[in-house]
């Protein structure tokens, strides 16, 4: 169980990490565009990017909160 929680642990690490960084880089905080949202274009252009990081950013805090969850769990069980 130990060795289990261990490796939980850095998987969670690395999600929590990928996590981060995706949303820090993509974090539409333009000084000049007053906090207003951008065009979305249907040909194969922004939107298409922008959906692929919406996943991917949905993907990892599902992940994340899967991965805390279980770990919490484990290491409860385990402390008893």
């Known amino acids: 169980m130990e ?9 969670t ?8 960084a995706l949303v820090i880089a993509n974090s539409k905080s333009d000084p000049m565009s007053g906090g207003g949202g951008g ?9 298409g990017f922008d959906d692929f ?3 991917w950013t949905l993907g ?6 899967v991965l ?6 484990l290491l ?4 008893h």
């Open 3 to 11: 060795t289990l929680s261990k490796v939980l642990l850095i998987v």
């Open 13 to 20: 690490l690395l999600v929590a990490v990928l996590f981060t």
């Open 39 to 47: 065009v979305r274009t249907t040909f194969k252009g922004k939107a």
């Open 53 to 55: 990081i919406f996943r």
């Open 60 to 65: 990892l805090a599902s992940a994340f909160m």
């Open 68 to 73: 805390t969850l279980t770990l919490d769990i």
């Open 76 to 79: 409860h069980n385990t402390a």
